[in-house]
């Protein structure tokens, strides 16, 4: 099971706790744990990731254990520590201003 942690407004779309976990196809990356997490959430299509693009939405960003992958491509492979459940895949609202 991947363990995926969600912004507050995302978890109230989708009405889940601040945690949820899914069952991911190896191998586990930021692209394959989104298609998951959307089919089991379709409310959540198009919050993370634009509908046509598949490309990551400008205010958020994702962190697998300990590091920053926003700006990775979505199909690497992500850490073991990350696809064997023993950390989460953090989507993280960005904050802005000025």
């Known amino acids: 099971m991947v363990r995926i942690t969600l912004p507050h407004h995302l978890r109230n779309l989708a009405q889940v ?29 198009g919050t993370i990731r634009d509908h046509g693009t598949h490309k990551r939405r400008p205010f958020l960003r994702f962190f697998a254990a300990g590091e920053d992958i926003s700006l990775e491509p979505p199909e690497i492979a992500l850490p073991e520590t990350i696809a064997n459940g023993r950390e989460p895949l953090m989507v993280v609202g960005a904050i802005a201003g000025g």
């Open 17 to 45: 706790g601040q945690e949820v976990q899914l069952e991911v196809v190896a191998p586990v990356s930021v692209a394959s744990i989104l298609d998951a997490l959307e089919a089991a959430y379709p409310v959540l299509k």
